[in-house]
Structures are given as C-alpha cells and as structure tokens.
C-alpha cells in the first residue's frame, strides 16, 4: 500500500527552531520548482540578501544544503533503491514501475502540512499521524482504477491523437499539476502521451474524443462551467469530487467520489482554496494518493518501468 511506503520513516524532531523563526520572520518566501539548478541560483541570491535559509531535502551532500543554514532531511530513496534506479537505467525492463520516484514528495507535502498546523498551534505529530489516517482510511471503488484506464487517452503510438487536459485550482491545481507531469511521463520510448494543464502557457484547446479531467472537491465555483465548455467541444470529461450531486458531477461522463471536502464560504474566492486548517486538505491529500496510484496502475498494464518514465523527463528545465 503506498500510504505504507510514505510513512514508513522517523518524522524530523527539530521542527520547533523552524516554528519560531517563521513566527519571528518578516517575510517567509517558500520555492520549490523540481528543478536542481533553479533552486540552487535562487539560495545563492537568498544568502546574497542575507536572507536565513533552510532547506528541505533528502540529499544532505547537496548545494543546497551546503548553502543552507540549517537544513530538515527527509529520506527518499535509500542506497538500496538508488541501486534499483541504476539498474533501470542499464535498461533492466522486468523490473517494475515502483513509488520511489515520488516518496520525497508526498513525505515533503505531509510534513509542509503538519507544520502548518505546529504554527497554527496544533502538535505537529499529531496532526502528521491525523492526515496519514484520514488518507489510509479512504478505500476507493475496485472500479475506479480499470474504468480511468480505458477512459484515458493512450499514447500517440496506440491511438489518433488525442490529449487530456487536467483542470483545478488552488491546492487541486497543485495536486492537477502533479497527475499531468505524472501521466506525461507515464509512455514508452517512442510514444507520447498529449497531457496539459490548463493554465500551461499558450492555449490549450479540447476537440472531440478529447478528455477533460476536473478535480474540485466542492464540484461548484469554476468547474462546472469548464466541465460544459469541454462537453460541447466534444470531450469527456471525469470528476474527481467530494459531491456526486453538484453541479460539476451533472455535467460529467464520469464521477470518482473522493470525500473530504469541507465547503468553507471565503469572501472574495471561488470554490477550490488553498485551507488554512492541514485538515480541511484530506480532498486533495486522498485525490494525489489515489492518481498516483492510478499511475502505477496504468504503468503495470501498459508494461512501462520507471527507466521509461526518466526518458520522458524534461531537456531542458
């Protein structure tokens, strides 16, 4: 179970000096854009404006660190793993798509969200281990998984060319994000598979055949106006909601019901928001496990191994 795999790892002890310096900070700027080279020219500049820097990384040995002045270590692959991931690269196809591309990831995200609550005055383990039940308590329908795979568009070598293109905003943006560089990548050499997000850059156009998959977990605000456009484009379009009776779910092919959406009216701000309570995220956190399962799911039918997944990766950023 991959719940399992995430938290299968000694949780950092020192978080209360982090606490108390962001509380006695002026300003707080948080980056993280997945790309090495980027992070390390903007920790340069943070130490050039005399800046306090922490990191948060698996790689103790990294610039990173060395340009930190503390740094929180949160493990990904171990040495073992790193073996694995050697021996996919040497073309080692029998070996299996696994978790541990993304476990620094998820980890990181659990931790971001239980500090959130140590600042909000709430124990941090005990909001770490409240998320970690709300996540391995959600059992999604057998259904799910087989019915997506068909709906899904397959790769350019399989299929005219079709694209789906993932939709949501605030911290379902964030987890949409996530999903789309995942299915991205999840082909084989000399295939591809035509996934966008809807706020990449230049314009994204759905046609039909097309598939327009939506995470809200209200299923109000933008989305059902967005699911409409992509209907009368011709396209799919699936749900992934808290409401199976909302607007959005009325206007979809096809509904996963993920619960965990608490409806919080903000003044000024549409349905999908970014939660000030770590709790009220349990829609997002069950939505990023269940696509990410979703993907090994798709990797295990379609035979694709992580060595697959790393060739997709980007050239240039």
């Known amino acids: ?3 399992n795999t995430v938290t299968n790892y000694s949780l950092p002890d020192d978080t209360e000096w982090l606490v108390e310096r ?3 900070s002026k300003r707080v700027i948080t980056i993280g854009t997945g790309r090495s080279g980027d992070v390390a020219e903007v920790a340069r500049a943070v130490k050039q404006g005399g800046g306090f820097l922490t990191a948060i990384t698996s790689n103790p040995s990294s610039i990173l660190s060395a340009l930190s002045d503390r740094t929180i270590l ?26 541990m591309g993304t476990l620094f990831e998820l980890r ?3 931790f971001s969200l239980s500090l959130v609550s140590q600042l909000r005055g709430l124990n941090f383990t005990t909001t770490h281990k409240s998320l970690i039940d709300a996540i391995a308590n959600f059992s999604p329908k057998t259904g799910y998984y087989a019915d997506l795979y068909e709906l899904i568009p397959k790769t350019s070598k399989n ?10 905003e605030g911290l379902s943006g964030i987890v949409g994000k996530f999903f789309a560089t995942r299915l991205r990548h999840c082909s084989k050499p000399g295939e591809e598979r035509y996934v966008s997000f809807w706020l990449d850059k230049g314009s994204v156009s759905v046609g039909k055949n097309d598939l327009v998959f939506i995470i809200s977990g209200s299923g109000g605000g933008i989305s059902p106006n967005l699911a409409k456009k992509g209907k009368e484009k011709g396209a799919k379009v699936v749900a992934l909601t808290s409401f199976v009776d909302s607007e959005l779910s009325a206007n979809s092919d096809y509904i996963v019901e993920v619960p965990g959406r608490i409806k919080v009216k903000l003044k000024g701000l549409r349905s999908s928001y970014y939660p000030q309570d770590p709790m009220y995220s349990v829609f997002e956190l069950r939505s990023l496990f269940f696509l990410e399962t979703l993907i090994y799911y798709i990797a295990s039918k379609d035979g694709i191994t992580e060595s697959d997944m790393k060739q997709m990766h980007s050239d240039f950023t």
């Open 1 to 3: 179970m991959l719940i």
């Open 22 to 24: 962001i509380r006695n």
């Open 74 to 99: 949160i493990p990904g692959a171990s040495r073992k793993e790193s073996d694995y991931f050697a021996n996919q690269i040497t073309g080692a196809s029998n070996v299996p798509l696994t978790p």
């Open 108 to 110: 990181s995200l659990l």
């Open 159 to 168: 299929c005219e060319y079709k694209k789906t293109v993932i939709i949501g």
